[in-house]
């Protein structure tokens, strides 16, 4: 997680976007070009000449350097208001010699912080600045992480995006109160449980496997309901627009996505289009600079819409991704984009099992936390005297077997709009009896399954992806998880839209367990007749109905005090 703070010593520019285009990206085409200018005798007479220097001055400059480490330590740890100084990212070895080196937004130098004013942590630095940026204009934490994430949509695009969703829990500092949002993607209205049963494949690539995606209809309910009022709706996108069109370096981490699926992505024309370098032919690497131009369109027009919602699910955007989706085999409609709606619960599932003055606060199902509040409760329970030995083996052995109790309900757990049973077990496993039973069930040795209290059946696992905290000067705190499912979701985009689709209606997960099992496993909605890679039949409550939305290992948490309406923790905890 890259955090940025806001703080006395923070001002309004530094390390915004508009510096990181004015200063590093301008300067890296400059270096580019001078590099290809230089012969080769004058760079090495350049290198043996600095070589020889660093030789002569090594000890001297190696005892700085230590000295000044320890001292930024020192200062990161005792002033957290501090200006964050950049970081030169590292490129790949065999690249090092002829590309130039891109200076990174530096994350915070500690784990456990405080903020004088307001924090942002997400997965890219560059948009935890966007969020920042967002506030100190007079936004509050709801139109900070809007723009966040819209930014993590631009630069990682393997994980997340506007043709996805999210789950958020929001809470209010004024009044005390916690909101979730379910923007989870739903099932087509021609979905049904046994769509997949004879072409597998079909759920995790290409068009059919496609949800509905949520994530704008998410933002615009949000902002409309919960932000400031005092940042516009198109300035939550102005940053994001900008880094679409005039590019952005490309990260380790996404660089190493594309080397991964590099085949499959020079396969199908319309992820090519996006993530092929055309002055290569190969995809993007580390350090280049990649544009999202048709994506950028596309922020600009949603934007300058007066009602975003009409414009992407009902208007002239709502033609175009239904038209494309359903030329190339895909069944989402006009009408399935027409009937989304966003869920905002006002009565969230609350904890008041923790210790003290805290509670937790998260969203019902399909989210899973109710199972991750019990894990953690739990554990308090056993542990409550205080007296923790962290290097005993039995505190990791207690830990294991209670995922084991936990995880067991989370095969009975589903969308509560059409899974009913649920809502008694998420009852249950809100009280301080079931965690009572649940520590006197601990036993010093593992037990057979059935043990558990969990049915012989499997709820396949998800992928959280992308997260964001945020903590606004007011006290507000927003915990959201977004995801395209798997990495780079459906391997599908949109060629007039720039947007790369989810693939939620995945069934099998298979590049771990094919590599290192060699088995297969499902995942997001269950199949029927389809076991898992364990022999486990798949969980009738996460079959594919219409309009469902699929049972999610995302648990988006907020931790506070319930008597000073103050915010302890932020959570992005997933099972």
Same mark, same amino acid.
């Given at each position: 997680?890259?955090?940025?703070?806001?703080?006395?010593?923070?001002?309004?520019?530094?390390?915004?976007?508009?510096?990181?285009?004015?200063?590093?990206?301008?300067?890296?085409?400059?270096?580019?070009?001078?590099?290809?200018?230089?012969?080769?005798?004058?760079?090495?007479?350049?290198?043996?000449?600095?070589?020889?220097?660093?030789?002569?001055?090594?000890?001297?400059?190696?005892?700085?350097?230590?000295?000044?480490?320890?001292?930024?330590?020192?200062?990161?740890?005792?002033?957290?208001?501090?200006?964050?100084?950049?970081?030169?990212?590292?490129?790949?070895?065999?690249?090092?010699?002829?590309?130039?080196?891109?200076?990174?937004?530096?994350?915070?130098?500690?784990?456990?912080?405080?903020?004088?004013?307001?924090?942002?942590?997400?997965?890219?630095?560059?948009?935890?600045?966007?969020?920042?940026?967002?506030?100190?204009?007079?936004?509050?934490?709801?139109?900070?992480?809007?723009?966040?994430? %819209?930014?993590?949509?631009?630069?990682?695009?393997?994980?997340?995006?506007?043709?996805?969703?999210?789950?958020?829990?929001?809470?209010?500092?004024?009044?005390? %109160?916690?909101?979730?949002?379910?923007?989870?993607?739903?099932?087509?209205?021609?979905?049904?449980?046994?769509?997949?049963?004879?072409?597998?494949?079909?759920?995790?690539?290409?068009?059919?496997?496609?949800?509905?995606?949520?994530?704008?209809?998410?933002?615009?309910?949000?902002?409309?309901?919960?932000?400031?009022?005092?940042?516009?709706?198109?300035?939550?996108?102005?940053?994001?627009?900008?880094?679409?069109?005039?590019?952005?370096?490309?990260?380790?981490?996404?660089?190493?996505?594309?080397?991964?699926?590099?085949?499959?992505?020079?396969?199908?024309?319309?992820?090519?289009?996006?993530?092929?370098?055309?002055?290569?032919?190969?995809?993007?690497?580390?350090?280049?600079?990649?544009?999202?131009?048709?994506?950028?369109?596309?922020?600009?027009?949603?934007?300058?819409?007066?009602?975003?919602?009409?414009?992407?699910?009902?208007?002239?955007?709502?033609?175009?991704?239904?038209?494309?989706?359903?030329?190339?085999?895909?069944?989402?409609?006009?009408?399935?984009?027409?009937?989304?709606?966003?869920?905002?619960?006002?009565?969230?599932?609350?904890?008041?099992?923790?210790?003290?003055?805290?509670?937790?606060?998260?969203?019902?199902?399909?989210?899973?936390?109710?199972?991750?509040?019990?894990?953690?409760?739990?554990?308090?329970?056993?542990?409550?005297?205080?007296?923790?030995?962290?290097?005993?083996?039995?505190?990791?052995?207690?830990?294991?077997?209670?995922?084991?109790?936990?995880?067991?309900?989370?095969?009975?757990?589903?969308?509560?709009?059409?899974?009913?049973?649920?809502?008694?077990?998420?009852?249950?496993?809100?009280?301080?009896?079931?965690?009572?039973?649940?520590?006197?069930?601990?036993?010093?040795?593992?037990?057979?399954?059935?043990?558990?209290?969990?049915?012989?059946?499997?709820?396949?696992?998800?992928?959280?992806?992308?997260?964001?905290?945020?903590?606004?000067?007011?006290?507000?705190?927003?915990?959201?998880?977004?995801?395209?499912?798997?990495?780079?979701?459906?391997?599908?985009?949109?060629?007039?839209?720039?947007?790369?689709?989810?693939?939620?209606?995945?069934?099998? %997960?298979?590049?771990?367990?094919?590599?290192?099992?060699?088995?297969?496993?499902?995942?997001?909605?269950?199949?029927?007749?389809?076991?898992?890679?364990?022999?486990?039949?798949?969980?009738?409550?996460?079959?594919?109905?219409?309009?469902?939305?699929?049972?999610?290992?995302?648990?988006?948490?907020?931790?506070?005090?319930?008597?000073?309406?103050?915010?302890?923790?932020?959570?992005?905890?997933?099972?």
């Amino acid at each position: 997680m890259a955090m940025v703070r806001i703080g006395e010593e923070s001002p309004p520019r530094r390390g915004s976007p508009s510096e990181v285009f004015s200063r590093d990206i301008n300067h890296l085409h400059q270096t580019k070009k001078e590099k290809r200018d230089g012969t080769c005798a004058r760079t090495l007479a350049i290198v043996f000449g600095i070589l020889t220097a660093i030789f002569l001055l090594a000890t001297i400059a190696l005892a700085i350097v230590v000295g000044i480490k320890y001292s930024q330590d020192n200062n990161d740890n005792n002033d957290v208001t501090e200006r964050i100084p950049n970081v030169i990212a590292p490129t790949r070895q065999q690249d090092s010699s002829n590309r130039p080196q891109f200076q990174w937004p530096l994350p915070s130098g500690s784990l456990y912080a405080h903020y004088k004013k307001a924090a942002v942590a997400s997965d890219h630095g560059l948009c935890s600045e966007i969020g920042r940026d967002i506030m100190i204009q007079g936004g509050n934490a709801i139109d900070s992480v809007i723009a966040t994430l %819209l930014c993590v949509g631009v630069v990682n695009p393997q994980s997340s995006g506007i043709g996805g969703g999210f789950l958020m829990t929001l809470y209010n500092k004024t009044t005390g %109160l916690c909101h979730a949002i379910n923007a989870r993607e739903t099932a087509p209205a021609a979905a049904n449980e046994t769509m997949f049963v004879k072409n597998k494949n079909d759920s995790s690539v290409g068009y059919k496997s496609i949800a509905v995606p949520s994530e704008i209809n998410g933002y615009w309910t949000i902002y409309r309901r919960f932000g400031s009022g005092k940042v516009p709706w198109s300035k939550l996108f102005e940053a994001s627009i900008r880094l679409c069109n005039e590019g952005f370096p490309v990260s380790s981490n996404l660089a190493t996505v594309l080397a991964d699926k590099e085949k499959d992505i020079q396969a199908e024309p319309t992820m090519k289009d996006i993530f092929v370098n055309p002055a290569t032919n190969r995809v993007y690497e580390e350090g280049d600079i990649m544009k999202r131009t048709t994506l950028g369109t596309t922020y600009q027009l949603l934007a300058n819409a007066t009602d975003p919602i009409e414009l992407f699910y009902k208007g002239g955007m709502a033609q175009s991704i239904a038209g494309e989706i359903s030329d190339n085999g895909g069944i989402i409609t006009e009408k399935d984009l027409a009937d989304y709606e966003t869920v905002v619960d006002d009565a969230p599932l609350i904890s008041t099992l923790l210790p003290g003055d805290l509670e937790m606060c998260g969203p019902p199902p399909p989210s899973s936390f109710v199972v991750t509040q019990s894990l953690i409760v739990t554990m308090g329970e056993l542990y409550k005297s205080g007296n923790v030995d962290f290097q005993n083996p039995k505190l990791y052995h207690d830990l294991i077997e209670m995922q084991k109790f936990a995880y067991a309900q989370r095969t009975k757990l589903g969308d509560l709009k059409f899974v009913e049973s649920a809502r008694a077990l998420v009852a249950q496993m809100l009280t301080k009896e079931y965690t009572q039973n649940i520590t006197k069930l601990l036993k010093d040795t593992a037990q057979k399954l059935e043990y558990y209290g969990g049915d012989m059946k499997a709820n396949p696992p998800d992928h959280g992806t992308s997260h964001v905290s945020i903590i606004d000067a007011e006290g507000n705190a927003v915990s959201v998880t977004s995801t395209i499912n798997q990495l780079l979701g459906s391997m599908r985009a949109s060629p007039t839209l720039g947007i790369v689709w989810n693939d939620e209606m995945v069934q099998w %997960l298979a590049n771990f367990l094919r590599v290192f099992a060699k088995i297969n496993f499902q995942d997001d909605f269950s199949t029927p007749g389809q076991s898992n890679g364990f022999g486990f039949a798949p969980s009738e409550t996460n079959f594919i109905v219409p309009g469902k939305r699929p049972m999610s290992s995302m648990s988006p948490l907020v931790v506070y005090n319930k008597n000073e309406n103050k915010v302890r923790n932020i959570e992005k905890i997933e099972l």
